[in-house]
């Protein structure tokens, strides 16, 4: 029986070539955005999932309500870990991580920079990081261990037999013995910690000046709770250890005019789990995603599959009319609509089956490409897991049933004797739904067009949008640890000083946008004025800074070597004159770090962050001894940027021979800063150009369907004397309908799900009234050229052929 099942599906599908060939194509492509999507969906919700603890690992952070609003801060002074772990009910384990970025790292005559962190001992037994050989009890034992992965002894040894061999680090400006007590394995990529090396926490930089102080703050802490401790009991049984370590700051906010916070205290100590980690912005490394943007793709994938069903259904129910006599033949000669039922749905697991075989042939080929494009590093092997495998075996199932259920069932309730006379056939039946789904469609890719103007010109606005400086035509170019920096700075201002298009040269410790080290960060101070706490943006400048980023100076003067006492003076910004109170801030003076520094200029705000957040109070001093620089930005006249580069880049080469990072154009470090839209506007916009494309199919289904039960009107109407284009608007005046309804449910939602995400903006577009009828106008031409098409097709014929039957 089922063999026959098999034998009549198959000769069906090769009898009607054209309608299979248009259920393959829809689905092929449904299934493989759908594998590529759930892939990286995947990637993203696994990640930190392979630590054996993960349910019981939190990192700490801080909450306060100041008068500026909420603030979250995963930093830690030095002190808290070890008192917590004597004062603190609940923990089992608690470890501090530091991140100092890179450290050069030296053996014989090689010298490499690694990324390397700071650790307690702890760390190891808290995290499941496999080591390849050394004990974790005895790993970190000595203050002067170090533990490498693979790839880090691969490169420094070129073997991984290399516990008990001696390497020297250079921290800070010294070379110093290390015997290296561990190999670990790579991290996996779903890993939020990512680095090359770790060493004891107590040789990181600062940790004897920060020994004893509470209000100085500069790596994170992670805790492992005891199997009967919840997070919540925890967070309640840390409010007297808060109260009685950080009295001073909870006076200030007292007195600032700071609100409590959910939990009726000022400062609350906040554990966030292991598995929220690379969907915060307190992440280690910072390259954590929005929580919402996996489920956005299994979302998108979810509709694609959505819309290539509707059309299997429409397309089924539009290739019923050439099969009436075959179902009556059937009912005729005993058929059960059971047997029918699955007769069709035999034929619809065909072609499931092959076009879900096909489509994940292709998903395996366009996989190295979507890596490329979307910045991932997917392997088509994670797909098959034993998890992941079934869901993919019940999904693919209940989408044959869907797909091939439902078209049997409406043809098994053919009247027989209408069927046999081949009058009478309508397909009444289902009509509702058919038209539910179609709008379900349209109103799918109203969404995601939508979204996809709204997204390019957010991203266009981020992109063009005056900054407060100039970034064209200014290079940055990353110092690193092999030349002092202050040397290097001096160097460049002399070598540089001979190339013509050369105009300025400047030095700071903060790149602007993201460059090509991959850092991006910024500093802030804390200190009291006029008894209140001021906290400000901290930027280490050098001279010719405003001129070289075109900076606007509103009042007082720039640093000038003409004046040595520069070195205790300060720039501000207008947001931190406005937070200071001061009408004429020129002159007035802070006490910072125990330091009196003087304002003598104010500059004009300017985006030092991304969009995402409005500008923040800036101080900007001029302090070689205390802040040295980390970049060097020089500002070309040039319209043969490539060439100039390539100059800078000699002379970079020349003052420092072991350069690892590249310069690269501020212009461009801005546009890094939002890879997250960029890789989201990608998404959305290739969702959106398959939606469309699959609709187009459904459209076409749709448009069939309604031409083959109107054949004979549309005989009659020619032979009474309607004009084509009558027939055309006849025959079109349906989808038009159609589209209508699902732009009238698509806008709002669109708008709301946009202005949701535009929300994470400081500064950002308001999706106009016109903006979503653009989008709806766009998929209303590309139906109506189907529609019109198949419209013109049937009103062309000629009426004796159609009326020929009656």
């Known amino acids: 029986m089922i063999k026959n099942y098999f034998t009549i599906a198959f000769r069906n599908l090769l009898k009607h070539r054209l309608f299979t060939a248009v259920h393959v194509i829809g689905l092929t492509i449904a299934f493989a955005m759908a594998v590529v999507l759930f892939l990286a969906a995947v990637f993203d919700l696994s990640f930190d999932g392979f630590h054996v603890k993960k349910d019981k690992l939190y990192q700490v952070y801080f909450e306060t309500n100041p008068v500026t609003g909420k603030d979250e801060s995963a930093t830690m002074p030095v002190p808290f870990a070890p008192t917590a772990e004597d004062e603190l009910k609940g923990l089992a384990n608690i470890a501090r991580y530091g991140d100092a970025g890179g450290v050069l790292v030296r053996h014989g005559d090689k010298e490499i920079g690694m990324t390397t962190r700071f650790v307690d001992p702890s760390f190891l037994d808290m995290f499941s990081f496999p080591l390849i050989e050394g004990e974790k009890s005895s790993v970190l034992s000595d203050l002067k261990n170090i533990a490498l992965t693979e790839y880090a002894a691969e490169k420094l040894f070129g073997t991984l037999d290399i516990v008990g061999k001696q390497v020297e680090l250079n921290m800070q400006g010294t ?12 991290f996996p990529s779903n890993s939020t910690f990512q680095f090359d090396a770790f060493v004891r926490f107590e040789n990181y930089p600062g940790y004897l000046a920060g020994m004893d102080k509470w209000d100085w703050r500069n790596h994170t802490v992670y ?42 205290a000022y400062k609350s100590l906040k554990l966030l789990p292991l598995s929220e980690m690379h969907f915060n912005s307190m992440s280690p490394g910072g390259s954590h995603v929005a929580s919402f943007f996996p489920w956005m793709l299994l979302i998108i994938s979810a509709l694609i599959l959505f819309i290539a069903c509707t059309n299997f259904i429409n397309l089924s129910l539009a290739s019923s009319f050439t099969r009436t006599k075959e179902i009556g033949m059937r009912k005729t000669l005993g058929a059960r609509p059971f047997q029918l039922v699955v007769q069709f749905w035999m034929e619809a697991f065909l072609i499931c089956l092959f076009s879900f075989l096909v489509g994940a042939a292709l998903a395996w080929a366009i996989l190295p490409q979507f890596n490329a494009l979307m910045a991932y590093n997917l392997q088509f092997g994670e797909l098959i897991t034993l998890q992941n495998s079934l869901l993919l075996l019940i999904f693919f199932f209940v989408v044959t049933l869907a797909a091939g259920a439902y078209p049997g069932f409406v043809m098994t309730r053919f009247n027989l004797m209408n069927v046999l006379r081949g009058t009478g056939i309508r397909l009444d039946s289902g009509k509702n ?83 090509l080290d991959g850092a991006s960060m910024t500093s802030k101070m804390g200190f009291d004025y006029q008894s209140r706490h001021i906290t400000t943006n901290w930027l280490r400048v050098d001279y010719d800074y405003l001129k070289t980023m075109e900076i606007d100076l509103l009042e007082g003067r720039d640093f000038s070597r003409s004046f040595s006492t520069d070195t205790t003076s300060v720039l501000i910004n207008e947001q931190m004159a406005a937070l200071l109170g001061e009408e004429n801030p020129i002159g007035k003076t802070l006490d910072i770090s125990g330091e009196d520094l003087t304002i003598i200029g104010v500059v004009n705000d300017f985006n030092f962050k991304t969009l995402h957040s409005e500008v923040e109070p800036l101080t900007m001093c001029l302090q070689p001894s205390n802040w040295p620089v980390s970049y060097i930005f020089v500002r070309l006249n040039s319209d043969a940027l490539s060439h100039s580069m390539a100059s800078i880049e000699n002379v970079w080469k020349s003052v420092n021979p072991k350069y690892e990072s590249n310069p690269s154009f501020l212009d461009e470090n801005t546009q890094r800063m939002y890879e997250k839209e960029q890789r989201l506007s990608k998404i959305i916009v290739n969702g959106a150009v398959f939606a469309i494309f699959i609709s187009c199919l459904g459209l076409f289904a749709l448009a069939l369907l309604m031409m083959n039960q109107r054949v004979k009107e549309i005989g009659v109407r020619k032979v009474l004397g309607a004009k084509v284009s009558t027939i055309v608007y006849l025959l079109s005046g349906d989808f ?7 732009f009238i449910l698509a806008a709002p939602l669109a708008w709301w799900i946009m202005n949701q995400w535009l929300d994470n903006f400081a500064y950002r577009i308001d999706v106009s009234v016109w903006l979503m009828i653009v989008g709806g106008i766009i998929v209303l031409f590309v139906a109506m050229l189907i529609v019109v098409t198949q419209s013109l097709r049937a009103a062309m014929v000629n009426p004796v052929k159609s009326l020929r039957t009656e």
């Open 433 to 515: 739904l058919r038209k539910a789904l179609s709008v379900g469609q349209f109103a799918i890719a109203i969404i995601l067009v939508i979204s996809t103007l709204v997204v390019v010109q957010q991203i266009n606005f981020m992109n063009t949008k005056p900054l407060g400086y100039n970034k064209s035509g200014v290079v940055s170019i990353p110092i690193g640890n092999h030349i002092d920096p202050e040397v290097a700075l001096q160097r460049m201002r002399t070598e540089l000083a001979a190339l013509p298009e050369v105009t300025s040269v400047t030095g700071t410790d903060v790149n602007m946008g993201m460059g």
């Open 223 to 264: 805790v492992e709770l005891l199997d009967q401790v919840s997070a919540a009991q925890f967070q309640e049984d840390s409010k007297a250890f808060i109260g009685k370590y950080f009295k001073s700051e909870i006076d200030n906010l007292k007195r600032d005019g700071a609100q409590v916070n959910g939990d009726g």
């Open 736 to 742: 038009v309908r159609l589209i209508g309804i699902a």
């Open 175 to 186: 070379w110093e013995p290390y015997t290296v007590s561990g190999l670990l394995a790579d």
